[in-house]
Every structure is written in structure tokens, then in C-alpha cells.
């Protein structure tokens, strides 16, 4: 069974750092890509970066800037994301997410049909 949970999230001031991690299970890192995505209220949600060790590639949304990294530690099959120089636009529910599924096979490039969810982690900026 395919399982992501997260973590990490919390109340940060703007400027400051937060570090999320994705624990998965039920399927290889090697294999599958994993990607974090965000929503905040009202708004649609963002696919915000991915990596796939299958491809040899990562994904950054343009809008970050160089202020995120993503990475993973294969031991822990634990995908994370760090997150710097945070905003006060930029609090939202943070949820990680694989291409594990029907639609697998693309990478990161298919990021938008990624099938297996975890719950999210919830991140606050704010003075």
C-alpha cells in the first residue's frame, strides 16, 4: 500500500526557514517520482518542485528562485524540502505526492497526474 505522510510545517516568521519531509512506503524512490505542491486558501493548488532519481531530474517552479531545495534520503524512503527566505504570501497546506499509479511513466513532467496523496502539513508565515 502506498502511503505518504508529512511533516515539518509550522509557524515562521517572514525571511525565516521551515524543512518538510514526505515519508513514503509501498513503492521505491528509485522508481517513481515524488513532488510537493501547495494550496492556500482559495487558491488552485501549485505543484512546487519534484525529483525523479529515474530521470535524473528535479523541478523547481519559477517563481521560487533558487529559495527551495529539494532532495531525498533513500534509507528513510523520506523525500524533503527546504524551504528559505520565506514569504508572507507564501503560507499554505504543503502536500507531497508520487506519479506511483495508472499514470506513471512521465516523471516530473507529469506532476499534474500524480495519483498517490499525502494529507498535507500546514505552513504559517507570519510575524
Known amino acids: 500500500q502506498v502511503q505518504l505522510v508529512e511533516s515539518g510545517g509550522g509557524l515562521v516568521q517572514p525571511g525565516g526557514s521551515l524543512r518538510l519531509s514526505c515519508a513514503t512506503s509501498?513503492?521505491?524512490?528509485?522508481?517513481?517520482?515524488v513532488g510537493w505542491f501547495r494550496q492556500a486558501p482559495g487558491n488552485l493548488r501549485e505543484g512546487v518542485s519534484c525529483?525523479?532519481?529515474?530521470?535524473?531530474?528535479?523541478y523547481y517552479a519559477p517563481s521560487l528562485k533558487g529559495r527551495f531545495t529539494i532532495s531525498r534520503d533513500n534509507v528513510k524512503n523520506t523525500v524533503y524540502l527546504q524551504m528559505n527566505s520565506l514569504k508572507p504570501e507564501e503560507p499554505a497546506t504543503y502536500y507531497c505526492?508520487?506519479?506511483?499509479?495508472?499514470?506513471?511513466?512521465?516523471?516530473?513532467?507529469?506532476?499534474?497526474?500524480?495519483?498517490?496523496w499525502g494529507r498535507g502539513t500546514v505552513v504559517t508565515v507570519s510575524s
Open positions: 505526492a508520487t506519479e506511483y499509479g495508472p499514470a506513471a511513466g512521465y516523471g516530473c513532467s507529469g506532476m499534474a497526474d500524480f495519483g498517490s
Open positions: 509501498g513503492f521505491s524512490l528509485d522508481d517513481y517520482a
Open positions: 525529483i525523479s532519481i529515474r530521470d535524473g531530474t528535479t
